[in-house]
């Protein structure tokens, strides 16, 4: 349902388009890791992999599981709560690894929270938590690294302007877009599996970026 409402919701504020890197495969149980920028770019990544044939389980703040419809929604879809700096966030990786095992593809930020900036500009991913990397040790599943630009251009900064930038984002229906990099197998010690991580999802960025023409795209 969240994907349906994702696909319908998405093109009604910004103009979204998918590009995909010539070996890219989301086989069933692999792990997606896309860059985190705004409230908004859940929904357009899950829209953009809609179009392209799946539906993610989602790793997401449990915060979001209090609100009213939504919880419910998240919860009968088999979504996974995340419980920051808590014990409670090894239960996320055991559900992960179990919704991995089912052949489902999860869709998991392992930047584990937005980035502390006001400007729309676009920038590259912040700093990589360990997560994404354990749970690629634990199931062996493959890496595809997605990303999204754009998505700030509908909110970003204070909540005045989050609100402000959702309201007219219909009007103004910026460029959206999101390019699926190819699987990579993550290797080497925690350290490492999660540099691979973070690189390889750079790479999908700058090439999302590239597409809507922003400056930041030759960024590091």
Request: net charge positive; no cysteine.
């Amino acid at each position: 349902m969240l994907s349906r409402i994702a696909d319908l919701l998405v093109p009604a504020v910004g103009r979204l388009s998918v590009t995909t890197a010539p070996d890219a495969d989301l086989a069933p149980g692999s792990i997606v890791a896309a860059n985190h920028t705004s409230l908004a770019d859940p929904a357009i990544v899950v829209a953009a992999l809609r179009r392209l044939g799946v539906e993610p389980v989602i790793m997401a703040a449990a915060g979001l599981w209090r609100v009213p419809l939504l919880g419910r929604a998240l919860a009968r879809e088999g979504h996974i709560p995340v419980v920051r700096r808590d014990r409670r966030a090894a239960n996320a990786l055991d559900a992960a690894a179990a919704a991995l095992d089912q052949g489902r593809l999860l869709l998991i930020y392992a930047e584990g929270g937005l980035p502390p900036r006001r400007e729309v500009a676009e920038a590259a991913p912040g700093t990589f938590r360990s997560g994404l990397a354990r749970l690629a040790e634990r199931t062996g599943a493959p890496v595809v690294p997605v990303g999204q630009a754009g998505a700030r251009r509908i909110t970003s900064g204070s909540t005045i302007k989050q609100l402000a930038g959702l309201a007219t984002a219909p009007l103004r229906r910026p460029d959206l877009h999101v390019h699926v990099g190819a699987p990579l197998s993550l290797t080497g010690d925690r350290v490492a599996r999660t540099a691979q991580a973070r690189t390889a999802v750079t790479t999908a960025w700058r090439t999302a970026a590239a597409h809507l023409g922003e400056p930041a795209a030759l960024a590091a």
